[in-house]
């Protein structure tokens, strides 16, 4: 595939991620584009879509090849863990823990907050169940 087509893609993927288009995304992957390439801003499809907290996306991508703790560097950094506790989706919380994720990976490159903090301190206000989740898994301060 050429450079100037994947990166169409990636965006396409990245774009269709973050608004949980799981059609879109599997159509995509379909492709053979890489799940792990982020967009030029840095961002990574599973972010997107963990940020947005599309379950099924995720899980898409996930499936697909993405890894769970691939952090988006760039206007959107962050590990999709984090960004998916920050804003309380408990589904797709549980859906990177099931794939992988690590409970205590903190973001920008280690020395920022984990998940365990983003979920009592999200962007949206504390997020019990979803720090539940996370700690069932495992999670510490």
């Not at 949206?124 to 996370?134: F, K, R, V, Y």
Request: include cysteine; charged fraction near 20%.
């Amino acid at each position: 595939m050429n450079r100037r087509k994947q990166k169409k893609l990636t965006n396409r993927l990245v774009w269709a991620a973050a608004v949980g288009d799981t059609c879109t995304v599997r159509t995509v992957l379909r492709t053979g584009v890489d799940p792990e390439l982020p967009e030029a801003d840095g961002t990574t499809a599973l972010y997107a879509a963990s940020v947005h907290g599309a379950a099924s996306t995720v899980r898409a991508l996930l499936r697909a090849g993405a890894l769970p703790n691939t952090e988006s560097r760039g206007i959107t950094d962050g590990t999709p863990l984090c960004g998916a506790a920050a804003w309380g989706h408990v589904a797709t919380v549980r859906e990177l823990l099931t794939h992988g994720a690590d409970p205590n990976l903190r973001e920008d490159g280690g020395a920022g907050s984990t998940p365990l903090f983003w979920a009592r301190n999200g962007a949206s206000g504390p997020h019990p169940e979803t720090e539940a989740a996370l700690v069932a898994a495992g999670a510490t301060d």
